[in-house]
């Protein structure tokens, strides 16, 4: 079986790619263990000065969450345990020293959307779609508005909350998700490289301080959203609403087949 990452290191820019392209790069908990010590690894290195994480394939940065896992929960308790994980997830990305490049190859949808706005800063290509579609497969979004909110304001997040709609491309870059545009899906790794390479070559330690005090100004927000998340996810497991959502979802897949 192919790994689920690939990881390279050149010209002290480290690369993580998400290798289930089948699966449109959709994570389970074993495949962001392998992310979480690809990333410890590179934090560790002291000939890493830059990170670039990207997608395989040619439709999908990640999907998200990988459904077939989270189908199975049968409590609400099985639901609130999910949900801490993506705490020591998260934390893992958002506590390394040295910057990191979403090199965004297509789609960024709900955790791994959330994923890209913990990264520092973003590349993305016109056929790009980005957002919170959580609510259709009956998950409640706790960190997603938390990340959202002050990067695109209230009201912009309450609607893509509530709707569940993906963002186009233009869309993400006028209000500033992604920060660097390019016309097509074979630019992206080369303007990815062209600004990691800038960030790597900046002063690592005013680099790390720097990123630092950005932990230190949104841990309140992030602290809370851990602390209270695990209850709605535990309610809506125990409902088995995104449980039946999520079988509906393969149903109709299968239909198409």
Known sequence: MPSAILTSVADSIATLTLNKPQKMNAWDSPMR????????????????????????????FSAGQDLEETEKFQTGQ????????WRTFYDTLRNLDKPVVAALNGVAAGSAYQFSLLTDLRVGHRGVRMGQPEINSGIPSVTGPMLMLPRIGLSRTIELTLTGRMM??????????????????????????????????????????NKK?????TQADYDEAFANGGDYQAAAYASGEPQAAMRAFFAARAKKK
Do not use: Y
Request: charged share 20%; with cysteine.
């Open 33 to 60: 263990g392998e992310v979480m010590a690809a990333l410890k690894a590179f934090n560790a290195d002291a000939g890493v000065r830059a990170v670039i994480v990207t997608g395989s394939g040619d439709r999908a």
């Open 78 to 85: 099985a639901g609130a345990d999910w949900f801490a994980s």
């Open 168 to 209: 186009d491309a233009a869309e993400c870059a006028a209000i500033g998700l992604i920060q660097h545009l390019v016309d097509t899906p074979d630019q992206v790794m080369p303007k990815a490289r062209e600004i990691a390479a800038l960030l790597a070559s900046k002063p690592p330690i005013a680099m790390r301080l």
């Open 213 to 217: 005090r950005f932990r230190q100004i």
